[in-house]
């Protein structure tokens, strides 16, 4: 015994190692409005984002800033009213089940306000369309056992139970309601004592199992149901397998739990035993609530599993070793927001609750081993029973010959040997019964252990064909999603890309503009000048041209002057005496003694005829100098005398 606990200790020491902590999946599902609520316009509250797994609820008649107020929650899933029971399966019990057909536990539970669609969920109706999780497990159970390899072989087995009142009670034993007690073996694990156990060996056998116990489940019509569940109902799976070649044996565990539904004993208005049921399953829901929430907080502290028998039988499935899932099923009606807003908080709180799961590795006490020792039984009696048929058929033959010989040679009648060969052929009549009984158990044992790879059923294989096909369309939708979300990343970097360029442009357009705008202040500024310089060309044109009338004036005075005053030999003198000089601009003469004031003076002085020297003291204009004659080289002073606009020349 203490060796045995030494063993159990390290292999569970093992499984610590192997084992990863996990957070408990939760998924939502909201079921459609009923007939009744669509009758009478009852408003849907619920609104699914699937893409951000959110889901948001809103409170009738209550808002805030004259916006509604509404409650959001995130799940690992959300399923809206639109989502078929395959949609269900494929993704909420298809990847627990392939866990427990690798060795762990798994366990599924639908939890829920009454009539919200647990047991539509879990078991669905018999249209294969409608199937719920429990069916489909069958199938894909059976199906993923027929693509194993040879070398595996398997034993299934399932029990049902429901928990009534606060009562386990076994719905495979038929009307009999044998109370059943819980214990806890050597490993901490719950089991009930005495729950039918059965081995199935197709679907069609484990379907008859869960159609029996369905039938024996209590259910009473409600005020919110017609077909309300009045219990918790439990059906277990067993999945052993053993691998020849190496004789490893696992063995997964499946719970697939229909809670009985909440409900608000005001709106259901139970009475009598409709009362005792509700006080019962609102109750043990309770206690199922704190454990949640003690596991939740995941202080450590002491979880009070043993205050109900549902968290008793659930305490693996929650804190323990097991992949679970939690399918909270909300109604969208207003009418239940007070519901399914305290299903959502409870089912949010679930998420929070870690559990460690690790692969069952069984000792070879298992079902496979009991059958095997049972056949190796049958088969050593088979092998009796045989060498008995073949010992009775050589004395019934030798009786015959005996009794021919004695014919033919007595010629007389033989009735001891008559009635020997009466009596031996009874008795082979008997072994043949006794060997045929036997052939057939050892039959319908050898069907039980199940080997991987064979043809179990058509069915199946359809139904493996459908999870195929859905898992295909998935692919398929994957696909085109993947496309999709390149077309839009393509878009969107060409988008970026017409953006970059529109920003260049943008950029080029308002350097442009810039550019233009200084390009037209310059072209301002040059009109401006241009103007300016237009005004001054002009004056300068006006004052050429006075200056012009003033020198032709002064021309025709100089003539008049020269032809009245100066002699004409005088004057041919000074024309052959006098010079231009380009660089002073003047006249300039030769062997004249006095120009200007000094001729001038001269006159005055000396009192000679030396005439006034042409152009002297006259002013004649702004810019222009006046020539002048002068007659020496010596330079002297230039006076120039100015003349604006409007003045007389002096
Ligand atoms: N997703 C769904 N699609 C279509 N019909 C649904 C869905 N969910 C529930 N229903 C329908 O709603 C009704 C109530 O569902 P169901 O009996 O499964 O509720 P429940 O939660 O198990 O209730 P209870 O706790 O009272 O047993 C049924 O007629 C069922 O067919």
Redesign the pocket.
Known sequence: MGEKKHIMKKEMELRGKESVEENICVVT?V??L?SKEVETNCPNIVSVDIENRMLSITKPGESTNNKPRTFTFSFDYIFP?T?SQMDVYRNVAKPIVDKVLEGYNGTLI?Y??????????MSG?DDPSMQGIIPNTFNHIFSKISSTTEDIIFAISVSYLEIYNEEVKDLLAGKNDKKLKMYENEDGAVYVKDAICLAVDSVESITELMRRGNANRK?RA?L??????RSHAIFMINIEQRCQGDNTMVLGKLNLV?L??S?RLIRTQATGDGLKEATNINQSLSVLSNVIATLAEGKGGHVPYRSSKLTRLLQNSLGGNSKTTIIA?VSPASMDFEETHSTLRYAARCKLIKNRAVINRTSSTGLIAQFEAELQKLEMELALVSAHEKEEIEMINSNHNMKRVKCSKQKISTPEIDEEVKRQEEELKSTEEQKNDLLSRISSIQKLILVGGENLIEKAKRQQFLLESSDAELKNLDKSHKHLQEELEKKGAERIDVEEKYNTLQEEDTELTKKILKCQEQLSAIKEEYAIKEHEYQRDEEALIDSNRLLLREVQLANVMTAQYIPKEYWRTIESNVQWNKETLEFQTRGVAYTGNNMQQGRGDNGSNVPYAYGMNRPYGEYHRKPRIRHSSVPRPRRYIYMTKGSRAQ
């Open positions: 599902r079921r459609p009923s009213e989502s639908a829920g306000q009454t009539g919200t669609g647990k047991t539509f969920t109706d259910t409600t919110m149901n017609d077909r309300s569940s229909d009985a539904g409900e099923t």
